[in-house]
Each structure stands twice: as C-alpha cells, then as structure tokens.
C-alpha cells in the first residue's frame, strides 16, 4: 500500500515538473484548465503504464503524454517539443543515477528492487525526484530568454533547501539499512520524506508565484507612469492650443498697430521701439525645444513646470541627447522615475535646484547625468541605490531604473557629496556595439 502512494506522489512530482517548466519556458496558447486536464490524463497513463515494469515503455509514454501538453497547450514548434522533452528525460535518469551512485558509495549497498528492501526503495526515488525537480526548475529559469536581463539572486540560496531535504533523504535510507527500524516507524520516515518532497515544490511554487506578482505590479507601475505622461502629453497640446490661438489674435492686433503707426507716419524709432517690445514679449514665451526627441521634451516639460511651481531651479541642457535606441516606454519609465526621484529630493532643501543633462561622446556612448540638491542623505548599500521611501511597495521606482540599465547594459554611478549636500546620478548607455 505504501508504495502505491510512494509512486503516485512520485509520477504527480513528474507531471507538476513538466508542467512547470512548459510555463516558464514556453507561452501557453490554452487555458489553464486544458492543461490541468491533459496533465492529469497524463499522470493516470503513467501511473499505470508504470506498473507493467517496463522501462523503456515508461519512457516512451512519458515522451508521448509530454509532447502532447507542450504542443498543444503551449506555442512551441515539433523540434522544440522533441528536444525539451528529450532533455527532461535524460534530467531524469541522470538524477536517479546520481542518487543511486552516491546510495552505493556512502553506504556501500545496493539499493536495487531485488535487495528486497522497498522502504529504501521509496526513500532513494524520492530524493532522486527532488533532485529532477530542483535541475528541471533551475535550468528553466537559467536558459528562458525572456528573463536574462533580470537577476535572481535568491535562487543559489534557495537551492540549498532542496540540497539539504536529499542529505536527509539518503541519511534517512542510510537509517533503515543498518539499523532495525519497526514497519511502523519505516512507514513515518517514508511518508515524511514525500511530504518533504511536496514541501520543497510548494516552496519553489511560491518563489515563482512572487517573481510573477512582482513583475506584474511592475509592469502595472510602468504603464500607470506612462499613462500619465500621456494625460500630460495631451494636456500640453491643449495648452498649446490655447497659446497658439492667443498668440495668433495678438500677432493680428500687433500687425494692425503698426499699419496703423505706418499710415499715422510715426517716427521709425517709435515703430522700432514698439517691434522691439512685442519681440522681448514673445522671446520670453514658454518654449518646449529641449531636445529633438518628442518623449523626453514632454516629460522635461512636465517636470520643470513642476519645479517652477515648487521653487527649485531646473537647469537643463539635453540638447545632444541621443536616445534611438531606447524604446518608449523605457525612456517614459527612465525619466519620470529619474526626474520624480531628484524633484522629492530637492524640493525639501533650503538650496532646491536640479541640473539634468544628457551628451554623448564619440558616437559611442551616451551620458545621463542628474545632479540633485538633498537634505535627508540616500540609502546606499554596497555602492548600490536604495529607495528610502516608505510603504508597502517601496522602491518600485528604482527596481525600474535598475531594470531598464540592465537590459540595456548600461553602468550606473553613484555620488553623494555630503559637504554640499547634493546627489548625482550618472547612467552610461553603450550605443554602438564593437
């Protein structure tokens, strides 16, 4: 009975193992509930197919039943199907001979189903398992492509548990070979192994549920940014609107006042006087010109509007930006966190005043630079900025300017100057590749 339950688990580890690594390596085309289904059909076939014995109609139907879920319930061609079940295949049978490998060489025992010896048996499958699920799980995160640029730095850690549960695993099949463990307390450790086993996959499940979460708040955040420089946008073309329409009334009143000066023959100093005036007037209109790329003159706007209106000097000089190879949305994310970060730095200081700039140098490189005046000092650990606001999803704001340097590895320097109390952020982009 227990080994029934033993190889139901074990084929149900096989089946969430498959599944899970379709999910993070290939994009579902089917509903959920399909794959529930198919893999549940799955799992029964197996499991039967399993107690006939035969090794190689195992494998052939876990070929089948697998490359059924992937290409069917995931958008993957037949020689990407063959080849990750392939792969999934040869995963399980090196792990089962490495646990097998290390059983013989610590314990000096054979642990073969004619030892005669089942509890063994469960206990070494069990951790080799484990050991399927944790190389599968690790290597799907490794090689998918979509998450290259993103850095998973729990993920050695958390391959320690899994590392440690197979120790205790194969201590535990050394137990039951050399001492005289009752069938009571044989069935225990068993069932405390399996649930072990659960244990680990529900813990890596959650690791990869928040990874999820945390991207979806993310990109949430992102499209909130972008979204409000699109109110802004629009916002501005109205007040443009606006401005055009007066500043065209006024031009047509201005032109009659000098026909009318002309027809009156005025003295030319007084027309030139008064041309003069309505020059100064117009010189000091409101102008939107900071750079040739429309985004960032909108979002430079928006900002130094904002600036006015909260007393700090904006000095700007993007004149040479060069951001073609900066998508959109990277460039709506990059410069409202930058300009939203030094704007809530400097509007609390006594000397408030920003000093935003961005040139290139050689062809080769553009430089971001902005120069903020603070009063409370910025959380730095290790070279590397912190957010120090508070709240539940703190920090949001510099995990998306983290984001966008990575995927397009560019180096980002830090420095805080303490006896003039000001904090300048220079981000570097690589924009020709050698």
Known sequence: MIETICYLAIFIVETVTSVLYFEIKFKRKSSFNIVLLLSVWSFLISFFVNTLGLFILNVVIFFLVNFVILFFCYESKIQACIFNISLLIVYMIVTELIVLYFSELFFNHKILPEDNEPIVLIIQTTASKLLYFSAVYITAKLSKKEQKNEKNPFLVFLSVLPISSIIIMITTAYICIYYDIDKNSQIILVISNILMLVANIIVFYIYEYTLNTNRKYTMMLLEKQSAESNEEYYKLLAEQNETSNVMIHDIKRHLNAIRNMLQNNLPPKEINGYIDEIVGVFEKSERVDYCGNTLLNLITYRYARLSKLKGIEFQVNIREANLKFLSDYDITALFDNLLENAIEAAETTKEKYIE???????????????????????????????SSKAGKFHGIGTVSIKRIISKYNGSLDIDVNDENKTFCVTIVFKTKKE
Not at 362 to 372: M, T
Request: charged residues 15%; aromatic residues 12%.
């Open 356 to 386: 935003f700039s961005i040139y290139s140098r050689n062809e080769n490189f553009v430089i971001i630079k902005i120069l903020n005046s603070f009063s409370v000092k910025p959380q730095i650990n290790n070279g590397k900025l912190s």
